[in-house]
């Protein structure tokens, strides 16, 4: 008897937050779910507006067998793999000499916060003027003798390698997980660090053994974050890459943007394809990063 | 087993000093509480002999020789903090056998030395649990263990009982002693609380301000105090002022005799004081020495006792009564101050008041 007023109340308490979310909810399924849901159409042939109503795979046969595809995957790999490694040890790095009180420690960790707020497109304008073969450090050192002419400054803007790109991913991202860490430091204080002291750690085993774990964690899941945002990125590689080869996201919007409706399928199964493999790569990584704290 | 020497320590921070020249010798297997109020230098002490932060002067000896440049984590002067501070990507067997990992000791050997000092420390077959899966206590003798399991020269514990309820604070007392005497270890222990000093220690040292006031065996706190600081901090507020002349105190209320030390103490003017617990109340009729008038001013039942508040001229004192004690404000009642129990206790008040006490005391010798 007294079961059945119980029973519903808990029925609306459990509706209660499913319907709270809804709205919210309903605006990322629609919005986003909606566009995967289109250009995963169009990527397997289904495009009405063009008189495509055939599902086939052979958009994605043409990617993945175009060798032109797998170097622009395996450039995007590398920038997003050596700007995600690099910023992780260089924010360690940084944070481990910030988090030391210094005559000057205030202006400089306030100075490595700075490019937070700085927008990618700034950051990448930034980096042309200066380090082009016509930008101002070439110029300077053939100013004070350092080289003959400028343009014997090495080619790091618009390079196959994707320096310039890197350098600009790193410059945003190092204060980024530096901030996760210090905030990370500041939490836990010296304290474990005196502790594993008198118990006769010596400062690479401090390092090594108590505050490297605890600040993994936090470094995973920044580095986690890093690496889906560089390997998605458009802006950076257009702006500071060469031509060819150009990263994924670079290929899908050029070929999105060509007046050829025809190669838009095309786009869409790079688009998939890029998606996939950055899932199955965040998985994995998961996996090693978690084995690897333990 | 290590006897530890404290020469002339200091420490300051900008201009505030937290230690001003402490000495102090510990001998080795022996027990010793830094007590005092927050803030009165025991625990930056603590952290000296450990190494964590240098004296600004003066010299730290492990069986006589000067420690001073050895880092901390050579020094094998371990630290328990008051919190427990347990690793917290650890497990129980992880974090007890850190010490010995840093030392590259063998894993067979850690292991087996892990289960042996767990079974010391009442937690044996915890080894797979983490640190945020035990209670506070458990919490506290991870602790213990972890720091024992290195054999430290000196072990510091921090206010190590202070997290944790008063049941369990006094079996983690119980083990801490028996643990030290067993192990035959110099500890040095940190504490606020007079009573967990007294009952843990061979010797107590007493702090105030970062100035050592007095070190001796916890008797001695009750029943020769050597300043009425001291006697304040070990709950005894009752003070008599007089002049000395041999061994009478003359007071406002008449003489008191009291047991002449070998110690020359100069005749002159004095405070006496009695502990609460040593008062007696007498009877009118009574012709013995050493008994004073007081006026009663409140009464506050205890259970096991009756706390009576009197003032003695215009000196207020506390006084254990009986249980059944009865008496109301205003009554005088009179009392014995047993000559055993008198004793002589240098103003600390003088000290900080300055030319006012003066004068009266120069006033008081004039009479």
Redesign the interface.
Known sequence: MTSTPMTARRIRNGLKIPLMLAPALGLVVVLFGGGILVGLGQSLGYFPAIGLNEFTFSNYTTVLTDRNFLISLWLTFRIAAVTTVLSSVLAIAFTLVLREKFAGSKITTFLFQVPLPVPHLVAASGIILLITQSGLIARIATAVGLMDTPADFPALVFDKGGVAIILTFLWKEVPFVGLVILAILQSVGP??E?????????AR?RFR??LL??IMPGVMSTSIIIFAFTFANYEIPLLLGVRFPSTLPVVAFREYQDPDLALRPQAMAISIVLAVVAILLLIAYRRLARSA?K | MTAVSLRHISRRFGDHVAVRDLNLDIESGEMVAFLGPSGCGKTTTLRMITGLIEPSSGDILFDGESVLSTPTERRGAVMVFQKHLLFPTMNVAQNVGFGLKMARVSREETAERVKEILELVDLPGLEDRKAHELSGGQQQRVALARALIVRPKVLLLDEPLANLDANLRITMRHLIRSIQKEMGITAIFVTHDQEEAVMLADRVALMFDGVLQQVGAPDEFFRTPRTTGVARFFRNGNFLRGHRRGSTIHTDVGPIEIVSTSETVEDGPSVLTVRPEEVRLVNEETDQENVVPAVVTSLIYMGSHTQLTVTIGDTPWQIQAPAAFQARNGDTVRLLLPRGHVSIVADDDTATTGSAEATLAEGSAVL
């Open positions: 304290q474990y005196e502790q594993a002291r008198t118990l006769g750690a010596n085993q053994h108590v774990p605890l704290v």
